[in-house]
């Protein structure tokens, strides 16, 4: 008997099965974490066996054809800002940009728009090109009455307000993975490994809003705020329903979303997730959540552009969110592009300012 962490199947297909590594137009990586690099010394880039650095991530560019990196790890405190914009901004110009997050302990606060204007107006002209909304507004941050934070509270308007006046999109994180809201996680649960390695990612038990509720209240945002753009990333939060997702990018023009950490689901429903590409391919931005390594990337770029069959989005020894493996959906060029970068150029304006890059 082994293990079920230890097992590893090797598939005896006989497909293609070759990494691909340099994509087949420029990439801009609209959703990834940097802050580890600069704050987590535990955060380790597989591809060069050691801890990943500033050095290391710049280092990777060129290899996997990445043109720019979006880090959602703007910290709102001065200092780890600043180390942000000095270790990756200010050292490699045009190469990464920001978003930065938001200090939601001065949200009952009567001067709190105030403190949105001056901390956004701050950091516009220094790299910042967005603003990152963490899930634990919805699932963790309460207010001082003990109810939860939501999506749709009008105390947030002085943000959403902050975002259309300088013309910042924002990146809401909103809820997680429907599966991880099941109270019952047994044998016939799908990522039982995943929540088995990682117990505090499950919602069942917790009295947080549900799924469901998280979902609406996005809705309530979207419709109340049409002047701001939101990109709700992981394909909207719902990639397990593409018609739901497909429902709402046609309800809310103000709506986009990004496939961070998501070509796991999409590529077990390569049909759907093909005509779902295709047909909103000037809503989607090409995002990955990882430091980039050979195996998250060539997944990534084999997802996007071949019709490779039954291949794995990641390595088993990094994060895996289902035991399946994927298939690729083969997209035209032009929608290949759109999704790679012209997306992110339009969307993420400053990103065009600071690059130079066009569509």
């Not at 910042?128 to 309460?142: A, D, F, V, Y």
């Amino acid at each position: 008997m082994i293990k079920l962490s230890e097992y590893r199947p090797i598939s005896r297909l006989e497909v293609p099965n070759e990494e691909k590594t340099f994509s087949k137009f420029p990439v801009i990586d609209a959703h990834n974490h940097l802050g580890g690099t600069l704050f987590d010394k535990d955060v380790v880039n597989n591809q060069f066996n050691m801890t990943a650095t500033p050095a290391s991530v710049y280092a990777s560019l060129e290899k996997y054809n990445i043109k720019h990196i979006v880090s959602l790890d703007g910290f709102p405190d001065k200092e780890r800002m600043e180390t942000h914009i000095r270790e990756y901004v200010e050292k490699y110009p045009g190469r990464f940009s920001i978003f930065t997050q938001i200090d939601f302990n001065r949200i009952e606060n009567s001067d709190f728009g105030v403190w949105v204007d001056r901390h956004l107006g701050t950091y516009v002209s220094r790299g910042i090109t967005g603003i990152k909304i963490h899930k634990s507004l919805g699932l963790n941050l309460k207010l001082q009455n003990g109810s939860y934070l939501k999506p749709d509270d009008d105390l947030l308007r002085p943000l959403w307000e902050g975002a259309a006046k300088y013309d910042l999109p924002v990146l809401f994180h909103i809820g997680d993975p429907v599966s991880f809201f099941d109270k019952v996680i047994d044998h016939t649960h799908e990522r039982y490994d995943e929540l088995f390695e990682h117990p505090d990612w499950s919602y069942g038990n917790s009295d947080c809003p549900r799924f469901r509720e998280l979902q609406d209240c996005q809705e309530n945002m979207l419709r109340k705020n049409p002047d701001t753009r939101f990109i709700i990333p992981h394909v909207g939060g719902y990639p397990e329903n593409l018609k739901e997702v497909g429902r709402m990018l046609d309800t809310y023009p103000n709506m986009y979303v990004d496939t961070a950490e998501r070509i796991a689901e999409l590529g077990r429903q390569p049909y759907t997730a093909r005509d779902f590409l295709i047909k909103y391919q000037d809503r989607i931005l090409y995002g990955t959540d990882l430091i980039p390594n050979n195996t998250n990337i060539s997944g990534n770029y084999r997802f996007y552009e071949t019709k490779d069959e039954y291949f794995p989005y990641n390595s088993l020894d990094e994060h895996n969110q289902g035991r399946w493996n994927i298939y690729g959906v083969y997209l035209p060029d032009d929608v290949l592009k759109k999704i790679y970068f012209e997306n992110a150029l339009r969307v993420i304006p400053g990103i065009a300012k600071m690059t130079g890059i066009k569509a």
